[in-house]
């Protein structure tokens, strides 16, 4: 019957607590303290065989119970220092030949903590502590002092409150007038309840309010240097902004964006995928499918199995526009609608021959960009095909990004190589931005040259432009 009661009593109050803090985050207004917290540790266990034989004289379970409440201090994000007291009791077995009534022990005594968090909010706790306690016996008190080592795993619920199952050995040290008698031992396992302590920062003085309106840091709890709103004192994230989006569990932190497309983990059905450009309209945070690869997803494109181009289509969303050349300028921007040609920023010239030619997945030249053998140096000849390049690139804001592919060996060089060939791209690169294209939207990748089969001929080195990324174009 005291077993049954010791574990309704433990029951009884890891779901209290948990109850007052859950009611406690949604009445509190005041903010918290990162450096303090209370931790309640209670748990049911058994003695250890070698106390059982020798003093209690029976190898049967000796169920024991324990309960410790501390206060602890942190200086630093996972260490924590602090005092707490602590109550143990040890239960006869009935049906036992040696009568022995329970045992009951009052500690109280302080320790140490690591209670780092390892994976979002799922931590552990270990803990030691020290401890003197006094123990009943008949009319007179016995000083005993023990100590005890905790090991728990920890899952912070809410900014207020952390839970998590934990396990502690316990060992009380036998006065020395009673030996040889064994030293007491024991373990516990049970639940870890961890509340933050409320705190309310002074307020600002008039010159820290200008400061922090200045940006400026200031050196106190009233400082808020990623301005969400939450004093740097109480921010478990200083220097990230919370804004719209924040973590429940962690104040003063945004939400958790594993596949980082900008929909927090706790809405996103597809945490591990990015919704890309053409998010999936029933399902926050996943992309919808595009068979096409157009950037317009299935469930809003009309024409699924066709690419739509580069330029949207008003009426019919994911379909070409008319474009009777197929150079993918569309014959109302085309202004020569019958002949293949590139893209440009003059609308007199756009669609037109040159030596640029647009591919769904490519920019290739006609004519080709020279080098100087074995240098990275651009040919003169070659500016007309940069000029053209630029132009084509500047004309179609669809695309985001390309990668200039160059060979690792071009015909006249003698040994070529990848250095070389990065070399090259970056010169290339460093011209096109000096024609006003972006340098975000550009990259550089080296291309080993394929060796041809026997019979045939060497493939002719090519330097192109590949389209790597695509957003669903505007709609004009």
Known sequence: MKVQRLAAVLSGLCVAAALVAQGGEARAQAPFSRRFRFHLDAGAGTMFGAFQRQVLGYDRVNVAGSLRVSLEFSSF????????????????????TTPYEPGRLTTVGGGVRFMPTIWRALGFSLDANANAGLMPNGNNMLTR????????????????????PTAR??????????????????????????????????PRTEEEQRGIDRGAGVSNDN?????????????????????????????????FDTDSDGVPDNVDACRDVPQGPSPHPARPG????????????????????????????????????????????????????NVAGSPNTNPDRAGCAGPVRLEREAIRTTE?????????????????????????????????????????????DREGGETLAEARGRDILRRLTQEGVDA???????????????????????????ITQVVSPPVR
């Open 223 to 255: 400082a808020d240097q990623d301005h969400d709103g939450v004093l740097d004192s109480l921010d478990v994230c200083p220097d990230q902004p919370a804004n719209g989006n924040a973590d429940r569990r962690r104040l003063g932190c945004p939400a």
């Open 169 to 202: 050995y316990w060992h009380v040290l036998q006065d020395p007038a009673s030996r040889p008698r064994p030293d007491a031992q024991f373990w516990t396992a049970g639940l870890e309840l961890v509340f933050r302590v409320p705190y309310t920062p002074p």
């Open 145 to 164: 002092f023990a100590f005890d080592v905790g090991l728990g795993v920890t899952y912070e619920i809410t900014s207020f409150f952390t839970l998590g």
């Open 286 to 337: 996943c992309p919808d499918a595009d068979n096409d690869r157009d950037g317009v997803g299935n469930s809003r494109d009309r024409c699924v199995e066709d690419f739509q181009g580069f330029y949207a289509n008003r009426d019919e969303p994911g379909c070409a526009l008319p474009d009777r050349d197929r150079d993918l300028v569309p014959d109302s921007m085309d202004a020569c609608p």
């Open 77 to 96: 994000a996972a260490i924590q220092v602090g005092a707490g007291t602590g109550f143990f009791f040890a239960g006869n077995v009935p049906g036992t």
């Open 368 to 412: 080709p960009i020279q080098f100087e053998a074995d240098a990275a140096t651009l040919n003169a000849r070659s500016e007309r095909v940069i000029t053209a390049l630029a132009e084509a690139i500047a004309a179609v804001t669809a695309i985001r990004r390309v990668v200039i592919v160059v060979p690792e060996r071009l015909p006249g």
């Open 440 to 466: 975000s939207r550009l990259g550089v990748r080296p291309e080993p040259v394929a060796q041809p089969e026997r019979g045939r001929r060497a493939p002719t080195a090519q330097i192109f432009l590949s």
